[in-house]
């Protein structure tokens, strides 16, 4: 109950200094994030997961479960295998342990890097076979503005990639919402409103980020590395 108390208390304070950036903002950042479906399902089962690169043992026996509704945090330094895990999941580089993830449930994720770098954002868009509406309408609620959608990505700055990068994980139907760093290059607005936008919704997500306070205020649980 504390935990929860301290976790709103500090939300209200992000929000309202974020607030007082708005002045500043030529927009004001409104963003769903689309909440799963109830239940009290296990949506990802992690056991005993090892990775090696090379020689070297980057993760060695984890273990963890992302249940219906959670939010399941993985936090480390630099070099503990955050990233690792999440390449494990979503392409399956892992030398032993087990993940589990049943066939009804659907993934959606958003890499640490952004992945659309160069030509048009709208070609991307239709490449990979999403409503270029829907895409629009995200887009602005994250601040990025029709005419911006013009321009070539390699004059976007390294945060508004990472908002295109993040854009779709929410808009393809998913159970299971996974991210890395999210927060890397996002102003301080737009990242203060995500947050409340994640802690507001019922979204089953693991989400991967070094700061070890923002996840305790956010996740449900932690894994620690």
Known sequence: M?????AEQRAQRELEAAQQLLVQQEYVPHITVP???????LVLEVENLTIRHGQRVVVRDVSFGVRRGTIVGISGPSGSGKSSIFNAIVNGDFDDGHIRIPRRFRTSY????PQWTHGSVMEHVQRVGLDEQQFRVMAA???IPGDVLKRP????SYGQLKKIELIPSLLEPFDLLLWDEPWNGLDVVTAAVLRTALRESRVTMLLIDHDAQRQRDLADEIVEL
């Open 2 to 6: 504390k935990r929860a108390l301290h």
């Open 35 to 41: 909440a799963t479906s109830p239940g009290d399902e």
């Open 110 to 113: 958003a890499r640490q890097f």
């Open 141 to 143: 609620s994250f601040g």
């Open 153 to 156: 990505l390699e004059t976007y």
